[in-house]
């Protein structure tokens, strides 16, 4: 299932406050400033900085 894009468009890292990229493929959201990936389990998006993984700095 597909994270609905109204939801996406009103959630921000709880960090910088900046806007998120839905990786469809590893479902999850992306913060590209803060290079910091959040979990998406059973379709809730867990916003916690201690669940977000960072992200290869390629």
């Known amino acids: 299932m ?3 894009n ?3 468009m009103i959630l921000v890292c709880p960090i910088c406050k900046g ?5 469809r493929s ?3 959201l992306t913060c590209p ?3 910091l990936a959040y979990p998406i389990r059973d379709d809730i ?5 201690t669940e ?3 992200l290869d700095s390629n």
């Not at 806007?19 to 990786?23: A, G, N, P």
């Not at 998006?45 to 900085?49: A, D, H, N, S």
């Open 26 to 28: 590893a479902n999850e």
């Open 6 to 8: 109204k939801l996406l």
């Open 45 to 49: 998006p867990v916003m916690l900085p």
């Open 2 to 4: 597909a994270i609905d």
């Open 19 to 23: 806007r998120l990229d839905y990786d």
């Open 52 to 54: 977000a993984r960072a």
């Open 33 to 35: 400033v803060d290079r």
